[in-house]
Nanobody, 116 residues
Framework: QVQVAESGGGLVQPGGSLRLACAAS????????VDWYRQDPGKQRDLLAS???????LYADSVKGRFTISGDLAKNTVYLQMNSLKPEDTAVYYC??????????WGQGTQVTVSS
């Protein structure tokens, strides 16, 4: 059974940094792409960044220049480096892992709180 787990969330002051990790296990297929999302209570889940097999990355305008997605899809681990954090970045952050066999799996999320 595929399992996806995010880690690295926490409380950080405005202007600070955090690095989130997304680890996948339990699949015999290779990862095709990983997406990072975030969601505030009562709001839709927003796509922030993606990395696809081969290394191409994509970013939402809201995080471009502040967040960096990286990782080795062959090692089933992807990171989201978040710099210059703002209070409006406070949310639950999720990763979605997409495998070449068509399976797509979500993690349980990790809370990021930006506050002084």
């Amino acid at each position: 059974q595929v399992q996806v787990a995010e880690s690295g969330g926490g409380l950080v002051q405005p202007g600070g940094s955090l690095r989130l990790a997304c680890a996948a296990s339990g699949s015999s297929a290779n990862i095709a792409a990983v997406d990072w999302y975030r969601q505030d209570p009562g709001k839709q889940r927003d796509l922030l960044a993606s990395i696809v097999f081969g290394g191409r990355t994509l970013y939402a305008d809201s995080v471009k220049g502040r967040f960096t997605i990286s990782g080795d899809l062959a090692k089933n681990t992807v990171y989201l480096q978040m710099n210059s954090l703002k209070p409006e970045d406070t949310a639950v952050y999720y990763c979605n892992v997409n495998f070449f066999d068509g399976v797509s799996s979500w993690g349980q999320g990790t809370q990021v709180t930006v506050s002084s």
